[in-house]
């Protein structure tokens, strides 16, 4: 397989190439390659494997084994890119991206808060700095301890004023096809809205949320749809009566959530009945639509005595569905399961003899031209 290995540089490549192919292909060994991938995040607190891992090799004081051979196989160029979700949620700047110059202290400071990405450092919209207190409070952890330095160093060079504008506002760095998302109209300025209804994909707990919108605030970097809560009933209230039993799929009857841990304390609305209120960013946000109160599908769940209920056009299961592929689609999660778990980047080659085929040739072209540097 390999013809032309003279150097014993070169065999050493082919092993870790080997090994690693091994390790993450192999059913077997998968739990300790998803393993040593949990150590490498923790490592290099970036999740899964960066595109160029050799920019923060130098902060690790002892990298771990999977560090060390990535490192080297980077040298020649060769980048490993994973087929199996394998994502820290939670946002998707990290911030060892955004801020390049951090001492390991910094990286241990960052690990020990759980502050990965710059999600959690900033408004929602991804436009200001929130305030270390803010942080705190968005993370639900009360660090001790002074601000950190690498706090201080967004503060001082990384916003533009008082207000705390980020000097590089965050910005969704994904598109969604139409087919999948059906974004919320967009309009420069802040309107009422009257009838709008959308789902989106909440990390954190899981689930879809689902929402009427209150009030959209669009401006040309951003736009925040405010929305009041909505969950759905437990269908099997709807079981007692045998004459709901009748349609094929259950319906999606929402009511307004009475206040969950969702709901945010600081949007003060000027509708007193809302009880839960959330802010998210709109292009996250898909539109659905609901059946008009005069429509028989409305009101034949008028004997349920509902104070006040919508009943959705779509089922929830297809709710669900597309509101988590739209999330993975957001992470640039690849869902197609492969036989493989790790492939080499450039291959759409599925079988393996043709991956090595592929790797020798991607390894002695890279020789032939960096040879000098890495001896
Ligand atoms: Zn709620």
Not at 29 to 33: D, K, W, Y
Not at 35 to 40: G, P
Not at 238 to 242: F, M, P, Q, R
Not at 267 to 274: E, F, K, T
């Given at each position: 397989?390999f013809?032309?290995?003279d150097?014993?540089l ?14 993450f292909?192999?059913?077997t ?5 998803i ?6 995040t ?6 899964g ?5 050799n920019?923060y090799?130098?902060?690790i ?6 560090a060390?051979?990535?490192t080297?196989?980077?040298?020649y160029?060769?980048?490993l ?5 394998y ?5 998707h ?6 801020l ?16 990965m990405?710059l ?15 803010e ?8 660090f ?5 330095k ?6 001082n ?14 910005t ?14 967009q309009?420069?300025?802040?309107h ?5 209804w ?9 689930n ?10 669009t ?16 269908n099997?209230l ?5 004459s709901f039993?009748s349609s ?12 969950c ?5 600081s ?8 009880r ?15 059946f008009?109160?005069s429509?028989?599908?409305h ?12 009943v959705?056009?779509?089922?929830l ?14 992470h ?9 778990t ?6 759409h ?6 991956i090595?085929?592929?790797?020798t ?15």
């Open positions: 397989m013809p032309h290995i150097n014993l070169d065999l050493l490549v082919k092993s870790q190439t080997n090994s690693l192919l091994a390790l292909n192999t059913d060994l998968r739990p300790i390659a393993q040593k991938l949990d150590m490498l923790q490592e290099l607190w970036y999740p494997i960066s595109r160029d891992i920019k090799i130098g902060k004081s002892t990298p771990s084994y999977l060390k051979s990535l080297l196989l980077e040298q160029q060769i980048h890119d994973l087929t199996v979700s994502s820290i949620i939670g946002g700047t990290p911030v060892v991206d955004y390049l110059n951090l001492s390991s202290q910094d990286y241990k400071s960052l690990r020990s808060k759980r502050i990405y999600n959690q450092l900033v408004s929602s919209d991804g436009n200001y700095l929130l305030t270390w207190e942080v705190k409070r968005l993370n639900n952890n009360n001790k301890g002074p601000k950190p690498w706090f201080n160093l967004l503060e060079d990384f916003t533009l004023s008082n207000y705390r504008t980020l000097t590089y506002p965050l969704d760095n994904y598109s969604i096809p139409a087919r999948l998302q059906n974004i919320p109209e309009t420069i300025g802040s009422k809205k009257l009838n709008e959308t789902y989106h994909w909440n990390a954190s707990i899981q879809c949320i689902i929402g009427k919108t209150y009030l959209q605030d401006d040309t970097r951003s736009s925040i749809s405010i929305m009041e809560h909505y969950i759905p009933i437990n099997s709807l079981a007692i009566d045998l039993q094929c799929s259950s319906p999606l009857i929402l009511v307004p959530c009475s206040g841990h969702l709901n945010d304390h949007l003060i609305l000027q509708d007193a009945r809302i839960c209120t959330i802010s998210v960013r709109t292009n996250r946000l898909s539109v659905f639509n609901t008009h109160r429509n028989q599908e009101k034949k769940y008028a004997n349920l005595s509902l104070k006040k209920y919508f959705s056009t779509k089922p299961h297809f709710i669900r569905y597309s509101a988590h592929s739209i999330y993975l689609a957001q640039n999660i690849n869902t197609t399961l492969s036989p493989s790790l492939m080499p980047t450039n291959s080659s599925s079988n393996s003899d043709d090595i085929k592929h790797l040739t991607t390894i002695q072209s890279a020789v032939t031209r960096d040879i000098k540097m890495i001896t």
